[in-house]
């Protein structure tokens, strides 16, 4: 059974820093792609970055200020926030897709305030 589970969210001031992590089984991790998803209310869900075994990617709102990284020995994708603003404010989810399927974690908030 595939599961994700992410932790590390909380209440952090402008220019702050965060780490999120997910923590994956049931998968063949070091194969997988894995993705950091974000949803803020009224707005649909954004990829934030995106880690496979040819690189990364990360969505133009981000760049320069979060780091995807990968623990293959740990099985744990690791969002890394610097820099962080209001607007970063959201719902952050792990993602794994597997052929039709897509799996998610439950999410951890993070707040963006002063």
């Known amino acids: 059974q595939v599961r994700l589970a992410e932790s590390g969210g909380g209440l952090v001031q402008p220019g702050g820093s965060l780490r999120l992590s997910c923590v994956v089984s049931?998968?063949?991790?070091?194969?997988?792609?894995m993705g950091w998803y974000r949803q803020s209310p009224g707005r649909e869900r954004e990829l934030v970055a995106r880690?496979?075994?040819?690189?990364?990617n990360y969505a133009d709102s981000v760049k320069g200020r979060f780091t995807i990284s990968r623990d293959n020995a740990e099985n744990t994708v690791y969002l890394e926030m610097n820099s962080l603003k209001p607007e970063d404010t959201a719902v952050y989810y792990c993602?794994?897709?597997?052929?039709?399927?897509?799996?998610w974690g439950q999410g951890t908030q993070v707040t963006v305030s002063s």
């Open positions: 049931g998968i063949n991790f070091r194969v997988a792609a």
């Open positions: 880690i496979t075994t040819f690189g990364t």
């Open positions: 993602h794994f897709p597997r052929g039709t399927n897509v799996y």
